[in-house]
């Protein structure tokens, strides 16, 4: 995200592009219950996506904007705003821009995309491709969380952590979920990580498949992660219902800016090049 107007490569730092990725075990717990014995199919053509082959804002039709500068439950610093500096396509990447820049008490804009109710799933291979934000402080996401929160307000209806990187440890990918029995705020999120030492310099893809029995995720085809159904009920498994995508760069907060924020980072950008949604099949 980078303060470029509306053309994505005006300004442009080169990017080195060099594949080298290895995957690491992550410090957290690890994945809950026995990997599932059931393989799942899932359909080779999308039921859902974007490719951002239109430049302008982003399609109104597949995605809204969560708006407002409340901290959003990790003391972040940015205000998400529908404008066209915080949020564009051009050249057949979506830019999320995070600029340095203050509405009311927040010192920094950006931008926060959701699929809701235009793109709401239960169960898929959900996909992106994207380029990481790089800098101190950013804190950037592609995830999801449930519609209409069958099971209660967060966490008790759960979260899917498909890419998180924050800026004081480039590279470092992080997977994960949260379910009431299982989250970041009493310390048992179920989360791995991998090493992709170029996530802000090329694209990689980043995907979770999600069946009845398991929540898998993968880098590149290379998988990361796995969080099994335990059968115990929606306390450690609520993702039996449909979820929505969400796509955002937060500035600071209570990770992303654990040590510190660089103004000097800003203006900073993701770039999502597709979205893509395969469908479940039978098993």
Known sequence: MRDCGRRLRAGRVAWVLAWAMASAASAAPPAAGPVASREWRFGSEPVWQDEFDRDGAPDPGKWSYDIGGKGWGNNE??????????????????????????????????????????????????????????????????????????????????????????????????????????????????TRQAQVADAGTAFHRYRVDWTPDWIRGYIDDAPVFEFANEGTGPDTWPFDQPFHLLMNLAVGGDWGGAQGVDAAAFPAWMEVDYVRVYPLLDG
């Open 77 to 190: 610093l940015q205000y998400y705003t529908d404008r066209p500096a915080n949020a564009f396509v051009a050249d057949g990447l979506l830019a999320i821009v995070a600029h340095r820049q203050k509405v009311g008490k927040n010192g920094y804009t950006s931008a926060r995309l959701v699929s809701r109710g235009k793109g709401d799933f239960q169960y898929g291979r959900i996909e992106f491709r994207a380029r990481l934000p790089v800098g101190r402080g950013t804190w950037g996401a592609l995830w999801m969380l449930p519609t209409e929160n069958r099971h209660g307000g967060w966490p008790r209806s759960g979260e899917i952590d498909i890419m998180e990187h924050v800026g004081h440890d480039p590279g470092q990918v992080h997977v994960s979920v949260h379910t009431q029995a299982y989250n970041h705020k009493i310390g048992t999120q179920r």
